[in-house]
Antibody
Framework: EVQLVESGGGVVRPGGSLRLSCAAS????????MSWVRQAPGKGLEWVSV????????GYADSVKGRFTISRDNAKNSLYLRMNSLRVEDTAFYYC??????????????WGQGTLVTVSS | NFMLTQPHSVSESPGKTVTISCTGS????????VQWYQQRPGSAPTTVIY?????PSGVPDRFSGSIDRSSNSASLTISGLQTEDEADYYC?????????FGGGTKLTVL
């Protein structure tokens, strides 16, 4: 069974930093691209970032470009999101997500349960 | 900027059929595949349609997806509505290097 378990969320002041982690299990981790998607409380889904299977290619939403860094450690079956210069508007649930393989489409086939990041003074 | 627009909410009775639309703002929505995700209250999203009209294993055939080039929109149709279908539904596609979600539609099964 595919499992994605996020950790590292919490309360941070504006301008602060936080690192999220995602532990993956139940599949061959380094066969898949991975992504982060966020959802502000009571709002819709927003794509944040993506990384390919070996970390050689990454992509970011304009809203986080230059502030967030996605990375992965295939030896540890783990995905990370380093978030710097955090803003109040970054407050959200952050979902770790597996990008579907064997498809011409870009889509997510498995989601974690999310970790809450609150940016507040 | 390319955007996907969904109705804020829809409602229908159990046993009936409902269709949720997702309209592309510019260009052709048919240029890239559209996906649909279901998010029940308090839960993470799950995929119900991918590649415009494909269902993941375990998703009932009451769920179907389609593309209408004339209106530049994608649609999710749920037939034989059940109370468990009450959820938020999001369409998703991609444009260049950007992954896009629609704003979401809240489905109420009365």
């Amino acid at each position: 069974e595919v499992q994605l378990v996020e950790s590292g969320g919490g309360v941070v002041r504006p301008g602060g930093s936080l690192r999220l982690s995602c532990a993956a299990s139940g599949f061959t981790y380094d066969d898949y691209g991975m992504s982060w998607v966020r959802q502000a409380p009571g709002k819709g889904l927003e794509w944040v970032s993506v990384i390919n299977w070996n970390g050689g290619s990454t992509g970011y939403a304009d809203s986080v470009k230059g502030r967030f860094t996605i990375s992965r450690d295939n030896a540890k079956n783990s995905l990370y999101l380093r978030m710097n210069s955090l803003r109040v508007e970054d407050t959200a649930f952050y979902y770790c997500a597996r990008k579907a393989r064997y498809s011409s489409a870009w889509y997510i086939d498995h989601w974690g349960q999310g970790t809450l990041v609150t940016v507040s003074s | 900027n390319f955007m996907l627009t969904q109705p804020h909410s829809v409602s229908e009775s159990p046993g009936k059929t409902v269709t949720i639309s997702c309209t592309g703002s510019s260009g052709s929505i048919a240029s890239n595949y559209v996906q649909w995700y279901q998010q029940r209250p308090g839960s993470a999203p799950t995929t119900v349609i991918y590649e415009d009209n494909q269902r993941p294993s375990g998703v009932p055939d009451r769920f179907s997806g389609s593309i209408d080039r004339s209106s530049n929109s994608a649609s999710l149709t749920i037939s034989g509505l059940q109370t468990e279908d009450e959820a938020d539904y999001y369409c998703q596609s991609y444009h260049g290097t950007n992954v896009l979600f629609g704003g979401g539609t809240k489905l109420t099964v009365l």
